[in-house]
C-alpha cells in the first residue's frame, strides 16, 4: 500500500470520530467562583457530577493516547510519511 492511500485511510478514519463535549468542562464554565477558585460548596452540592466528569476526562485521554500510539505504529510502518 503506498503512502498516500495510508494517508487516505488515516483521514477518512479521524473524519469518522465525532466531536466530544466533556462535561468537565460544562462544569468548569457554570460552576461558581470565588477570586477565581471554584466555590466549595457549589462543587460539593455536585460531586457526584464532578466525580463523574472527572472519570469520563481520564478515559478520554486515555483512550485519545491510545488512539495517538497506533497513529504512530502506522506512520512508521509507512515509510516517508
Do not use: C, H, W
Request: hydrophobic share 40%; charged share 25%; aromatic share 4%.
Amino acid at each position: 500500500m503506498n503512502e498516500s492511500i495510508n494517508i487516505d485511510r488515516i483521514v477518512q478514519a479521524l473524519s469518522k470520530v465525532p466531536e466530544t463535549q466533556l462535561r468537565i468542562i460544562t462544569l468548569a464554565n457554570t460552576l461558581p467562583r470565588v477570586n477565581d477558585t471554584f466555590e466549595y460548596n457549589a462543587l460539593q452540592e455536585i460531586s457526584d457530577e464532578v466525580f463523574a466528569a472527572v472519570r469520563e476526562s481520564e478515559l478520554y485521554g486515555q483512550e485519545t493516547s491510545r488512539m495517538v500510539r497506533n497513529l504512530q505504529v502506522l506512520m512508521e510502518a509507512t515509510p516517508n510519511v
